[in-house]
């Protein structure tokens, strides 16, 4: 099993609509996570963090975490193509002070007008 | 001017040869990686450092050696480069004495083929 599972894709919305994507995590100690956002060719992004459970909002952009599950997800409201990227979730691995991620593979989102 | 710059971008080059990635960082940042991308595996830590006198292995190591030549440098090597370390490879930078963020600053990437 991998440490941190994401469905590659691809994801396809219309424009306006709200893309939830998904991100499951193995290790229990975990207690940081984040969301990258990676366009074609280009280096990742940090775009959310998230540390407690709960939602958290920013502009259109919703960060959810259930450590009980295991599961983190992030929320797109009012999808636009230039929303179309890949997206990175990632867990801060342990010991947590060397500041390193452990990412999963990713799910690429498209966006259509 | 990028905050972290890779040189180089591109690279074509044979099985057995020698190959040297390198990092330099304007931000100050303590700690550097080095990930490599590949497609349908996301990003994997090669190696890290948390300083020049100190380098740690990360989960894919072999095969790879790094050199952390000052505060703001951190090369990557392939000794003998084989066709399975074609890959993206990218290095980041963090600085956790500013609070546990998590965020990592990438550079460009450096795009590796083997043949």
């Known amino acids: 099993q991998k440490e941190v599972e994401q469905n590659s894709g691809p994801l396809s919305v219309p424009e306006g609509a709200i893309a939830s994507l998904n991100c499951t995590y193995s290790?229990?100690?975990?207690?940081?996570f984040f969301w990258y956002r990676q366009y074609s060719g280009k280096s990742p992004e940090l775009i959310m963090s998230?540390?407690?459970?709960g939602d958290k909002e920013d502009g259109r952009f919703t960060a959810q975490l259930n450590k009980a599950s295991q599961y983190v997800s992030l929320l797109i409201r009012d999808s636009q193509p230039s929303d179309s990227a890949t997206y990175l979730c990632?867990?801060?691995?342990?010991?947590?002070?060397?500041?390193?991620?452990?990412f999963g593979q990713g799910t690429t989102l498209q966006v259509k007008p | 001017d990028a905050d972290v710059t890779q040189t180089p971008r591109n690279r074509i080059t044979k099985t057995g040869k020698r190959i040297m990635l390198e990092c330099s960082q304007t931000k100050g940042h303590d700690r550097m990686y080095w990930y490599r991308q590949d497609p349908g595996l996301g990003l994997r830590l090669i190696y890290y450092s948390f300083d020049v006198k100190d380098i740690n292995k990360g989960e894919i190591s072999d095969g790879y050696s790094v050199s952390r030549q000052a505060q703001a440098k951190f090369s990557l090597s392939l000794e003998s480069a084989i066709p399975n370390q074609t890959a993206l490879y990218f290095c980041?930078?963090?600085?956790?004495?500013?609070?546990?963020?998590?965020?990592?600053?990438f550079g460009e990437g450096s795009r590796l083929t083997v043949l």
């Open positions: 290790d229990r100690v975990s207690q940081s």
């Open positions: 998230i540390y407690s459970n």
């Open positions: 990632a867990v801060k691995g342990v010991p947590s002070n060397t500041g390193k991620l452990i």
């Open positions: 980041a930078t963090s600085d956790l004495n500013r609070g546990n963020t998590g965020e990592l600053f």
